[in-house]
């Protein structure tokens, strides 16, 4: 992998992520743009503990333009993007509406192909295993910067999780403080500890493989199961067997077999409705351990995929118990999506 850093117009970072190490990136961004003028601000909920960021500039941000103006293409023929470059492998740039921004942490945005009309599941190995290079090394960069606590990479695909761009991309987020499920996670982590002497997300995947069946895929370094108490239709988490706090912590060979089970795993979904459907939308989610917990190495590194689908043509609203008071409701038994999941595999 090379890695290429540089300026847009408006001072933010772009970073070039190439396979090839004699790829030259020296296109300059000639658009006028006006310096970044973000009002993010963080405050915090005293009755339920959380954070909540006010970011009142995103109400201006590019909002689903045509596919002949998608600003996540490479620029060409005098139409300028956010990527100066004619192509490109994998790109990782500072978001210029960001949610997170200065002393209330990061916002930047990852392209993981220059074709508008992908998906991540149509990348083949070796272009997967560069976005995983490339979540990697912006977690690794992002940790060093004193206004982030826990780094928070994702994918949203599909207008009906609200994505505005449909060119494939995800982002990454640099917290300054560590989320609530995270939270949630440490707390729950702790109590078992404290009660057991064990990890907890050891026992839970130990008790994932020992029940078997809501597993959907089990690999030599990674294993995927539907959890007992999904929250969504379809859910699958992702563990690598070997447990590590973050991406930074993978071996070799967790490396290597995670872009083949994480792509098998992205057509699974995209079958689970059967043909003529489209395309299923879903939110990829890295959970990852924040930087300043007293021992990060009980905590579990797991990638959360799951779809808002929960049937053809219907869709899963939070309504007002899931929305009003955070008690989920499941139409779809976790043991009969893993069962669907396993059908739908590839021949």
Not at 10 to 21: F, M, N, Q, S, T
Not at 181 to 207: C, I, Y
Not at 313 to 338: H, Y
Request: charged share 30%; with cysteine.
């Amino acid at each position: 992998m090379k890695k290429t850093a540089t300026r847009l117009a408006d001072g933010r970072e772009l970073i070039y992520y190439d396979a090839r190490d004699d790829a030259v990136r020296d296109a300059v961004d000639p658009r006028p743009l006006d310096p970044i003028a973000t009002s993010s601000e963080i405050r915090h909920d005293r009755l339920l503990g959380d954070n909540v960021a006010v970011a009142s500039h995103r109400q201006g941000r590019t909002y689903h333009p045509p596919a002949d103006e998608c600003p996540l293409c490479p620029s060409r023929e005098g139409r300028h993007s956010e990527i100066p470059a004619a192509d490109y492998d994998v790109v990782v740039f500072e978001n210029r509406f960001p949610s997170l921004a200065g002393d209330s942490g990061r916002c930047e945005v990852v392209c993981f192909t220059s074709d508008h009309n992908a998906s991540f599941a149509d990348l083949t190995v070796e272009q997967a295993a560069l976005v995983l290079e490339a979540w990697t090394d912006r977690t690794a960069e992002l940790a060093d910067l004193p206004s982030v606590e826990q780094v928070f990479c994702f994918e949203n695909r599909g207008k009906e999780i609200g994505v505005t761009l449909g060119h494939p991309h995800g982002q990454i987020y640099g917290y300054p403080f560590a989320t609530p499920r995270t939270q949630l996670m440490l707390r729950s982590l702790a109590e078992h500890r404290g009660r057991t002497g064990r990890n907890l997300f050891d026992d839970v995947v130990a008790d994932e493989r020992a029940d078997g069946r809501r597993i959907v895929m089990d690999g030599e370094h990674w294993i995927a199961f539907v959890p007992y108490a999904a929250h969504w239709p379809y859910e699958v988490h992702l563990y690598p067997k070997r447990r590590v706090p973050d991406l930074r912590d993978l071996d070799e060979g967790a490396r290597t077999e995670f872009p083949q089970m994480y792509l098998e795993l992205l057509k699974r979904f995209d079958r689970i409705f059967g043909q003529g459907e489209p395309p299923t939308p879903y939110i990829a989610a890295w959970h990852q351990a924040p930087f300043s917990i007293a021992d990060r190495g009980e905590f579990a590194l797991h990638l959360e995929l799951f779809t808002i689908r929960r049937t053809s043509g219907k869709l899963k609203f939070l309504a007002g118990s899931e929305s009003g008071m955070n008690v989920f409701i499941n139409d779809v038994p976790p043991e009969a999506a893993a069962e669907r999941l396993r059908e739908v595999a590839s021949k």
